[in-house]
Structures are given as structure tokens and as C-alpha cells.
């Protein structure tokens, strides 16, 4: 029979274990041996007893025991090798081999450093010295044991994973990428190894990279279910991060990709229908939100987004039932109250809307768009006490607000107060040079000012 060494060349490193090496428990000969390696271990077994000092009968021998599990059979077999022939850096290669398996990574790492001084050009055996010194928590040495291997084999993927995954492990993520690229070109099809550097890519912040990592997995495996979802959820953030940008169309290729790789990724839908009510695609917006209600019937803020767009049609009465089933699925959301105010305005219901900008404001009270457009309802009911708080708070929170200093001017001149109004237009002209109604607003205090000057009335005669 031919002579044959273990060449186990260990395929990764994992989470805390530093060498995957697969722990085995070892059975009884009766329970692990097959009845052909049972029956040639016979054979061997019979060589050795005839010919005590057959160096290959022992030799494979302790290979058949090691693939059977049986590693302290195996031991006694290669040390019987290296009684025979001291030089033998096979024999002391699978001995590392044993050793790894046993956890006994001192042993190991002397063992294999005997066979690299025999035969120095051997890939393999730095590759498993270094998953010795990983075993050990060696990872420095064991970064350098794989590094050597690599120079005697470029092509070693496994060395090149494995230095990766320690890399990682010392959170050196741009040194682990550059081990993961090389391996990934050596063996393109590794599915795992490639989730691996999409993984790594995603905690450098390197979103587009991952992308393309998590494509390459899917022409591998199309329906790869964990990379279909990793990759829908980066591109739901990339057209997020698009839409921001205001890039409509780009944000809409990667939302449509997430839905391509997970159908029922309600949030993307959500986010579609928000790029399409910017785009003014009002209709596809409201059919992309109805999708998301659909996937998820308690999805308050589809519903409440639903109402927006259904808003932007004049579709009013539609709006409202949109937000009101918002607020029962959540009596809280401030966003819906001031969208059912907007609305309630919009169709002159004047107290309805004042009630909900209330409800929104006890929500968020310093929300600026809620107080001024409960300020302007106020103006046009003619509470201009309660307007005047609104805007003066608008302005304690914000004094770069042009439009309440214009709507404050304009509160002052209903009330007669025009100095004060003209002061607060000219702070809003100031602000913004461009605010024509200001403008209009500033020349028509003047000439009111000027009238009542030039008029300021008769006195009645008075008697003594």
C-alpha cells in the first residue's frame, strides 16, 4: 500500500476559537472502525508483527487510526515512524496534526516546527503551525506562521482566511479585508468566506463594497435566504442615505433592489413612497404605501404617510381617515395630529384643526411648524393674544424665523401697534431680504401709521 501523511489543512477561524479543528470524542474500535479500514488495520497490524521495523506499515497505519478518531493509537504509530527514521517530517507533521486535535498546541507547535526544519518548503505545515499558535492564543506568531506559508503557496486560501479572521480578532478590519480579497480571489465559490469579508466591509463603514460582496454570494447561490435579507437591509439604508442626498432616482433603484432580494420588507416600502411624493408620483405613492399596509395592517406610520400623500391630492376626507387610524394605532403620534390639523385647516375647520395642533404641542411643545400654524388659526379667529404668544415663542426658540416676526407684525398692526409692527417686519426683511408679503406688509403699516397721524381725530367741544 501506498504511503500517505495527513494533510489537514484546517478550514477557518471562527467567533472566540482561534483554530477550527473539530473536537471529536474517541470512541471504541468497535464503534469507529468500518469493516474495510477494520479489516486492512488487520493486515497492517500482521505486517508489524512479522516486520517490527516496516516504517510505512506503521505509517499508514497511524493514518487509518486518525481517520478513525483514534489518536492515541495514532500517536504510538507515527513515534514508532520517528524511531525508525528521526528525520521524517511527515511523521512529525501529523503528530502536530494529533496534537491539534488533542489541544495539546505545545506539542503541536513542536511538532510542526520539527518538520518545517526537514522540509522548509512545505506550505501546509506553517498553515497548521499557525493554527497551533492560534489554538494557543498566539495570534501574532500565528499571523506570521500563516504569512510564511502564504509565501511558499500564494494560492493558499485557507492561510489568507485565516490571518483575516485574526485580524478581525484584533480589530484591525482594514488589514482582515485585505486577507479576505486575496482569499477571495484564490476561491471565488467560498460562500462563507465571502459573508465573512461582506461582513467586514459593512464595520468599516463601507457600504457600497459590501453591496457588491453580498451580489457576488447571490450569482453563487441566487437564493441564499441570510444574504438576501443582509443585502435588502443595506440597500434600504443606501437609498435612505440617497434620498437625503436628494438623489430620487438613485434612492429608488436601491429601494427597489431591497424589495427584489425581500418582498415583504414593509419599511421599504414606506421609504419608496416617501421618494415618490418628493418626486410628486403621488399615485405611486399612495399604491407603494397601500403595498406596506398590506405586509403589516398595523403599520402606523404607513398609514400615517398614506395620509400625507392622499393630502397632497386634495383628497381630504381620505386623509383624514388615514390619520385617524394613525392615532388608534397610537394616540401619541404627534406627527399624525399635526398632519390632521394641516388638513382640518385645509377644509376650514378652524377648532377641529386648533385641537389638534394642541395635542401635537403637548407632544412636542417647541415644535416650530405646530406653534406657527396654530398661531396663523389664532390671527384668523381673532385671538391675537394667544397668536402673539405662538409667535413670540417661535422667535425665543429661533429668532431667525422671518415668518414669525411677520406674522408677530402683523398681529401688532391689527392691534394698532404699529411701531412695533414695523420693527418686526424690518427683523423679518432682515432675515430674509426675499420675503415679498413682509415688504408688503412693512409699506402698508406705513401708510396706516401715516393716515392715523394725519387724522388722529376730533375733540368734542367742551363745556364748562
Known amino acids: 500500500?501506498?504511503?500517505?501523511?495527513?494533510?489537514?489543512?484546517?478550514?477557518?477561524?471562527?467567533?472566540?476559537?482561534?483554530?477550527?479543528?473539530?473536537?471529536?470524542s474517541i470512541p471504541s474500535p468497535a464503534e469507529s472502525i468500518g469493516t474495510l479500514d477494520s479489516?486492512?488495520?488487520?493486515?497492517?497490524?500482521k505486517i508489524i508483527l512479522e516486520e517490527p521495523s516496516n516504517l510505512n506499515a506503521h505509517f499508514n497505519l497511524g493514518i487509518l487510526y486518525y481517520r478513525n478518531a483514534l489518536f492515541d493509537e495514532a500517536l504510538r504509530e507515527f513515534r514508532k515512524v520517528l524511531d525508525i527514521n528521526p528525520n521524517d517530517s511527515e511523521a512529525y507533521y501529523n503528530l502536530g496534526n494529533i496534537f491539534n486535535k488533542k489541544d495539546l498546541f505545545d506539542d503541536a507547535i513542536d511538532s510542526y516546527k520539527k518538520a518545517a526544519a526537514i522540509n522548509p518548503n512545505d506550505a501546509g505545515i506553517f498553515h497548521n503551525l499557525g493554527n497551533a499558535y492560534a489554538g494557543k492564543g498566539m495570534i501574532d506568531d500565528a499571523i506570521s506562521s500563516y504569512k510564511k506559508a502564504i509565501e511558499i503557496n500564494p494560492n493558499l486560501a485557507e492561510s489568507h482566511k485565516s490571518i483575516a479572521y485574526?485580524?478581525?480578532?484584533?480589530?484591525?478590519?482594514?488589514?482582515?479585508?485585505?486577507?479576505?480579497?486575496?482569499?477571495?480571489?484564490?476561491?471565488?465559490?467560498?460562500?462563507t468566506m465571502l459573508l465573512d469579508l461582506a461582513s467586514a466591509y459593512e464595520s468599516n463603514g463601507s457600504q457600497d463594497h459590501a453591496i457588491l460582496t453580498y451580489r457576488r454570494i447571490l450569482s453563487i447561490d441566487p437564493n441564499h435566504k441570510d444574504t438576501k435579507?443582509?443585502?435588502?437591509?443595506?440597500?434600504?439604508n443606501k437609498g435612505v442615505s440617497l434620498a437625503l442626498q436628494g438623489k430620487s432616482d438613485e434612492a429608488i433603484s436601491a429601494y427597489k433592489e431591497a424589495l427584489q432580494n425581500k418582498e415583504d420588507f414593509k419599511e421599504v416600502y414606506n421609504n419608496l413612497g416617501a421618494v415618490y411624493v418628493d418626486k410628486g408620483m403621488i399615485d405611486d405613492a399612495i399604491a407603494t404605501y397601500k403595498k406596506a399596509i398590506e405586509i403589516s395592517p398595523n403599520f402606523g406610520e404607513a398609514y400615517n404617510n398614506l395620509g400625507v400623500a392622499f393630502t397632497k391630492k386634495k383628497n381630504y376626507d381620505e386623509a383624514v381617515s388615514a390619520f385617524k387610524k394613525t392615532l388608534s394605532l397610537n394616540k401619541n403620534h404627534a406627527g399624525a395630529h399635526f398632519n390632521l390639523g394641516v388638513v382640518y385647516s385645509e377644509k376650514g375647520m378652524t377648532s377641529e384643526a386648533i385641537d389638534e395642533y394642541n395635542e401635537a404641542l403637548r407632544l412636542t411643545p417647541n415644535d416650530l411648524s405646530t406653534l406657527y400654524n396654530r398661531g396663523v388659526l389664532y390671527i384668523q379667529s381673532g385671538r391675537l393674544n394667544d397668536a402673539t404668544a405662538d409667535m413670540k415663542k417661535i422667535i425665543e426658540i429661533n429668532?431667525?424665523?422671518?415668518?414669525?416676526h411677520h406674522k408677530l407684525g402683523d398681529v401688532y398692526q391689527k392691534q394698532g401697534h404699529?411701531?412695533?409692527?414695523?420693527?418686526?417686519?424690518?427683523?423679518?426683511l432682515e432675515i430674509s431680504p426675499d420675503l415679498k408679503e413682509a415688504l408688503t406688509s412693512l409699506e402698508d403699516t406705513y401708510r396706516l401709521k401715516e393716515k392715523?397721524?394725519?387724522?388722529?381725530?376730533?375733540?368734542?367741544?367742551?363745556k364748562r
Open 1 to 24: 500500500m501506498r504511503r500517505h501523511f495527513i494533510k489537514y489543512i484546517y478550514s477557518g477561524i471562527f467567533g472566540i476559537s482561534f483554530f477550527l479543528c473539530l473536537k471529536v
Open 166 to 191: 485574526l485580524y478581525r480578532k484584533k480589530g484591525q478590519t482594514t488589514e482582515s479585508i485585505q486577507s479576505f480579497e486575496k482569499a477571495s480571489k484564490v476561491n471565488s465559490k467560498d460562500i
Open 399 to 404: 429668532p431667525k424665523v422671518s415668518a414669525a
Open 452 to 462: 392715523k397721524t394725519k387724522n388722529p381725530g376730533s375733540r368734542g367741544i367742551r
Open 418 to 428: 404699529f411701531d412695533d409692527a414695523i420693527a418686526e417686519y424690518k427683523r423679518a
Open 229 to 236: 435579507n443582509r443585502l435588502a437591509m443595506l440597500c434600504n
Open 39 to 45: 479489516e486492512i488495520i488487520k493486515k497492517y497490524q
